[in-house]
C-alpha cells in the first residue's frame, strides 16, 4: 500500500474560482448551466454548456484559455502548499482530453493568429513558474487521474519527493458539435444516472494539486488535506464510444488491491457520471459488481450535474471535491437525478440537500473514450 500526501489544491469551473467557492457552490446545488456563450450557438442543436465566463463578450471567444485557466489553477495549489511560484526540478504531470484545440479552431476561423510554441503547456509553465520538467497526457475525461497515478509512481524514484499533478479542458467547436450530435436528441442540461437524461454537454475546468511522498510532507511541517492510497489505471480498448463494465470494474479492483482495502471500506464513490446514455449504466453495473452486498452503504455523488463535463480536468476536480468532503462533513448533491435508471436502482445518491456524513475513504471514478479508465483511493489525513 501506497500513501503520498496530498498538501496543495486549486480548482476553476463555471461554478467558481478557489477550492473553497467551488466547493460551497457545489453544496448549495448552484450549477455552471447557462446558454452557450463562447462561439456561435445558431451552428448546434445543443443551446447550453458549463463555461467559465472569462470571455470578453457573448459569441466572443480568445485563443490560450485552457493555458490559462491551468496556470490559475497551479497557482493556487502552490500558494495552498505554501511553496511559491518556482517549479524548478519539479515535475508538473498534466491531463488533458483537447490541449489548445479551441487556439488552433480560432486561428482555423481567421480569429485569432496561432504561435505552435503556445500550443504546448509547457511553454506557459516555464515562463510563469519556471517549471523545467512538464509532461502532458492527452487520456481523454481520464487524463488527469492517470496523470495521477503516474506521478503517484515518480515519487517512488529517490531524487523526487514532489510532484504537482493538474488537469485542464475548455470548450471547443469540434467536440461540443461532436457530443451533441451522438445523441438521439440535443442534450439541455447534464443529468447523470436519470433515466430521462439526454446526453452530456462540456464544462470548462481545471484543477491542480501538490503531492509528495509522507515523508516529506512530515519533514516540511506541510499541513496535509488527505493522502493518496491507491491509483489504478487500465485500457481494456472494448469500444470507441461505449464503455465497458467489466474494464471498470477491474480498473475498481485494483485500486482497492493497491490501497489494501476491501469495498466494505468505502465511504464516498465521487462518480464519473457524465449523464451519457452508456456510460451510466456501465458504471452503475461495475459499481454493483464490485460492491456487492455493499452497494447500498457508501454515499455516491455526481458533480458533472453542476460543472458539466470538464473532461481532462474531471478526475481531478472529484479529487478535490472529495476531500473537501472529508474535511467538511458534508457532501454535495448530485443536481437533476429525479428517477434512477434501474441499474442503480439500489445506490444510495446525494441529491436536494448536502448529506452531512463523516466518510473518511473516497473512491474517485473517470473513464474515456476507447476503455481508458481510471479509480483513485483517498482517506482523511490522519
Same mark, same amino acid.
Given at each position: 500500500?501506497?500513501?503520498?500526501?496530498?498538501?496543495?489544491?486549486?480548482?476553476?469551473?463555471?461554478?467558481?474560482?478557489?477550492?473553497? +467557492?467551488?466547493?460551497?457552490?457545489?453544496?448549495?446545488?448552484?450549477?455552471?448551466?447557462?446558454?452557450?456563450?463562447?462561439?456561435?450557438?445558431?451552428?448546434?442543436?445543443? /443551446?447550453?454548456?458549463?463555461?467559465?465566463? @472569462?470571455?470578453?463578450?457573448?459569441?466572443?471567444?480568445?485563443?490560450?484559455?485552457?493555458?490559462? =485557466?491551468?496556470?490559475?489553477?497551479?497557482?493556487?495549489?502552490?500558494?495552498? #502548499?505554501?511553496?511559491?511560484?518556482?517549479?524548478?526540478?519539479?515535475?508538473?504531470?498534466?491531463?488533458?482530453?483537447?490541449?489548445?484545440? !479551441?487556439?488552433?479552431?480560432? %486561428? %482555423?476561423?481567421? /480569429?485569432?493568429?496561432?504561435? @505552435?510554441?503556445?500550443? $504546448?503547456?509547457?511553454?506557459?509553465?516555464?515562463?510563469?513558474?519556471?517549471?523545467?520538467?512538464?509532461?502532458?497526457?492527452?487520456?481523454?475525461?481520464?487524463?488527469?487521474?492517470?496523470?495521477?497515478?503516474?506521478?503517484?509512481?515518480?515519487?517512488? /524514484?529517490?531524487?523526487?519527493?514532489?510532484?504537482?499533478?493538474?488537469?485542464?479542458?475548455?470548450?471547443? +467547436?469540434?467536440?461540443?458539435?461532436? =457530443?451533441? !450530435?451522438? $445523441?438521439?436528441?440535443?442534450?439541455?442540461?447534464?443529468?447523470?444516472?436519470?433515466?430521462?437524461?439526454?446526453?452530456?454537454?462540456?464544462?470548462?475546468?481545471?484543477?491542480? &494539486?501538490? =503531492?509528495?511522498?509522507?515523508?516529506?510532507?512530515?519533514?516540511?511541517?506541510?499541513?496535509? $488535506?488527505?493522502?493518496?492510497?491507491?491509483?489504478?489505471?487500465?485500457?481494456?480498448?472494448?469500444?470507441?464510444?461505449?464503455?465497458?463494465?467489466?474494464?471498470?470494474?477491474?480498473?475498481?479492483?485494483?485500486?482497492?488491491?493497491?490501497?489494501? &482495502?476491501?469495498?466494505?471500506?468505502?465511504?464516498?464513490?465521487?462518480?464519473?457520471?457524465?449523464?451519457?446514455?452508456?456510460?451510466?449504466?456501465?458504471?452503475?453495473?461495475?459499481? #454493483?459488481?464490485?460492491?456487492?452486498?455493499?452497494?447500498?452503504?457508501?454515499?455516491?455523488?455526481?458533480?458533472?450535474?453542476?460543472?458539466? $463535463?470538464?473532461?481532462?480536468?474531471?478526475?481531478?476536480?472529484?479529487? &478535490?471535491?472529495? =476531500?473537501?468532503?472529508?474535511?467538511?462533513?458534508?457532501?454535495?448533491?448530485?443536481?437533476?437525478?429525479?428517477?434512477?435508471?434501474?441499474?442503480?436502482?439500489?445506490?444510495?445518491?446525494?441529491?436536494?440537500?448536502?448529506?452531512?456524513?463523516?466518510?473518511?475513504?473516497? /473512491?474517485?471514478?473517470?473513464?474515456?473514450?476507447?476503455? &481508458?479508465?481510471?479509480?483513485?483511493?483517498?482517506?482523511?489525513?490522519?
Amino acid at each position: 500500500m501506497l500513501s503520498r500526501s496530498i498538501i496543495g489544491m486549486g480548482a476553476v469551473a463555471s461554478t467558481g474560482t478557489g477550492v473553497d +467557492e467551488l466547493f460551497e457552490s457545489l453544496c448549495r446545488g448552484r450549477t455552471g448551466h447557462a446558454p452557450l456563450r463562447g462561439f456561435d450557438r445558431t451552428r448546434f442543436r445543443a /443551446q447550453y454548456a458549463y463555461e467559465v465566463d @472569462d470571455r470578453p463578450a457573448e459569441g466572443e471567444d480568445r485563443p490560450a484559455r485552457a493555458t490559462a =485557466l491551468l496556470a490559475d489553477a497551479i497557482a493556487q495549489a502552490l500558494a495552498d #502548499a505554501g511553496l511559491g511560484e518556482d517549479l524548478t526540478g519539479v515535475p508538473v504531470l498534466i491531463g488533458t482530453g483537447l490541449r489548445e484545440l !479551441r487556439s488552433v479552431e480560432l %486561428w %482555423w476561423r481567421e /480569429q485569432a493568429s496561432l504561435a @505552435d510554441t503556445g500550443l $504546448h503547456f509547457g511553454t506557459a509553465l516555464r515562463e510563469r513558474f519556471g517549471a523545467d520538467q512538464t509532461y502532458t497526457f492527452s487520456n481523454a475525461c481520464s487524463a488527469s487521474l492517470y496523470a495521477l497515478a503516474l506521478g503517484s509512481d515518480l515519487l517512488a /524514484q529517490e531524487d523526487v519527493d514532489t510532484v504537482v499533478i493538474a488537469g485542464v479542458d475548455v470548450l471547443t +467547436e469540434s467536440m461540443y458539435g461532436l =457530443l451533441e !450530435r451522438v $445523441h438521439p436528441a440535443p442534450p439541455d442540461r447534464v443529468r447523470p444516472f436519470d433515466r430521462n437524461r439526454t446526453g452530456v454537454l462540456m464544462g470548462d475546468g481545471a484543477a491542480a &494539486i501538490v =503531492l509528495c511522498r509522507e515523508g516529506a510532507a512530515a519533514a516540511a511541517g506541510r499541513p496535509v $488535506h488527505g493522502r493518496l492510497r491507491g491509483a489504478a489505471v487500465n485500457c481494456d480498448a472494448y469500444h470507441v464510444t461505449a464503455p465497458s463494465p467489466a474494464g471498470i470494474a477491474d480498473a475498481m479492483r485494483e485500486a482497492h488491491r493497491l490501497a489494501g &482495502i476491501k469495498a466494505a471500506d468505502v465511504d464516498l464513490v465521487m462518480l464519473h457520471g457524465t449523464g451519457t446514455l452508456l456510460n451510466d449504466e456501465a458504471e452503475a453495473t461495475a459499481l #454493483a459488481e464490485v460492491l456487492g452486498d455493499d452497494a447500498g452503504r457508501p454515499l455516491m455523488t455526481a458533480v458533472k450535474s453542476m460543472t458539466g $463535463h470538464t473532461s481532462g480536468a474531471s478526475g481531478l476536480l472529484n479529487l &478535490i471535491v472529495g =476531500l473537501k468532503a472529508l474535511k467538511e462533513g458534508r457532501v454535495p448533491p448530485t443536481v437533476g437525478l429525479d428517477d434512477p435508471v434501474d441499474e442503480a436502482a439500489d445506490f444510495r445518491f446525494v441529491t436536494g440537500a448536502p448529506a452531512q456524513a463523516e466518510p473518511t475513504v473516497v /473512491q474517485l471514478n473517470a473513464f474515456g473514450f476507447g476503455g &481508458i479508465n481510471a479509480v483513485a483511493i483517498v482517506e482523511a489525513a490522519r
